[in-house]
């Protein structure tokens, strides 16, 4: 087990037991629509980027990015922009520190507490294995980042969940192409992280998708098999495995198809639904949709575009953190143009 160093008592939570955590975030309403705002852009457009929602006891928080690249450069660097205690964004972004290394296409995720963000590429365009942890103060300041056990095997352009202090690490490529691998770790609520193992593969390879956990599942959604720069078959399916009580993955079944295939998007569930914003349609289309299919009994109901969709066409925003009724949706590209806009999504039935 590794064990993060001692930080200032300044920045850090109390360890578990002592501290009650970040205060709750409003409650998540019902949706039907995501209802877009524009927020302050950022000043550092990328892609392939990490954006993950740092809360604060007291309410609010800050929305950071890390890493990434321009295609001119892969990124170290940090921002974040403050978030209200009522999920709107405020002021300017500003540095908020850098990474261990420049990584790009890497995953993370939080439980408040602790932040880890794994694998990822290099500047050199080597696929990575190592991730890295940093915990998050009372004021929703973030800690320096230390290494944590690194995976097995290096991943990129994969998908990242947290439930019930396990992360689940799902597909991506090792080399050029996608795998079918899944590991996971402990993360527990003092912030230490343990090794991983490997858990039995997905029933096929799987990568640029997007990943959650809802109602006692794992689901994966869409992605694509292969080379991404070569012979490769974008996916439309939508397959789940529930979690056992050991915290290990039941068998995986496909439980919905999209109308598309899509890569390079990012998917949550949220106000009784299942959504799907933005990516690559097809492998051919830059598209702003917005999908959403209701839960409905084991399973998903019919996957329909709702409006407005995204105010424009991008990818490569793999995560839309979410606090309360807001999704935040940050820079990404179109072909290799990268955007520094930022988008609050308000979650809403009309």
Request: glycine fraction near 12%; charge should be neutral; include cysteine.
């Amino acid at each position: 087990m590794t064990r993060i160093a001692p930080i200032a008592a300044s920045v850090l939570l109390a360890c578990a037991g002592t501290s009650p955590g970040p205060a709750p975030a409003p409650a998540e309403p019902a949706a039907s629509t995501i209802e877009w705002r524009a927020g302050p852009a950022i000043p550092s457009p990328r892609d392939h980027h990490v954006t993950f929602l740092v809360p604060a006891r007291a309410g609010g928080g800050w929305l950071h990015v890390a890493g990434g690249n321009d295609y001119r450069t892969v990124f170290r660097d940090a921002w974040r922009v403050r978030v209200e205690p009522d999920g709107r964004l405020s002021g300017s972004w500003e540095p908020a520190g850098e990474l261990p290394a420049r990584r790009a296409g890497s995953s993370v995720v939080t439980d408040g507490r602790t932040v880890v963000v794994v694998g990822g590429q290099d500047s050199s365009l080597a696929k990575r294995a190592e991730a890295w942890a940093a915990r998050i103060g009372d004021d929703g300041s973030l800690g320096s980042w230390v290494a944590v056990p690194s995976l097995p095997a290096p991943r990129f352009h994969h998908a990242a969940t947290l439930r019930a202090g396990w992360i689940y690490v799902t597909g991506g490529l090792e080399g050029r192409t996608s795998v079918d691998g899944v590991f996971r770790a402990r993360l527990d609520r003092d912030g230490t992280v343990g090794p991983w193992e490997a858990l039995a593969p997905m029933p096929r390879p799987r990568s640029h998708h997007g990943a959650f956990a809802h109602d006692g599942a794992l689901w994966l959604v869409a992605g694509l098999d292969g080379n991404p720069a070569g012979e490769n078959v974008p996916l439309a399916d939508v397959i789940r495995a529930r979690f056992l009580p050991d915290g290990r993955l039941g068998p995986w079944e496909t439980v919905s198809t999209l109308p598309h295939a899509y890569g390079t998007h990012a998917a949550f569930a949220a106000g009784g639904s299942a959504w799907l914003v933005g990516g690559v349609e097809d492998n051919a289309r830059f598209v702003d949709v917005v999908l959403r299919a209701p839960f409905e009994g084991a399973g998903l109901g019919t996957w329909s575009a709702t409006t407005p969709g995204l105010p424009k066409a991008r990818s490569h925003v793999h995560q839309l953190p979410r606090y309360g009724a807001f999704v935040y949706s940050v820079s990404g590209s179109n072909r290799r143009q990268v955007l520094p806009d930022v988008w609050m999504g308000e979650l809403r039935t009309p």
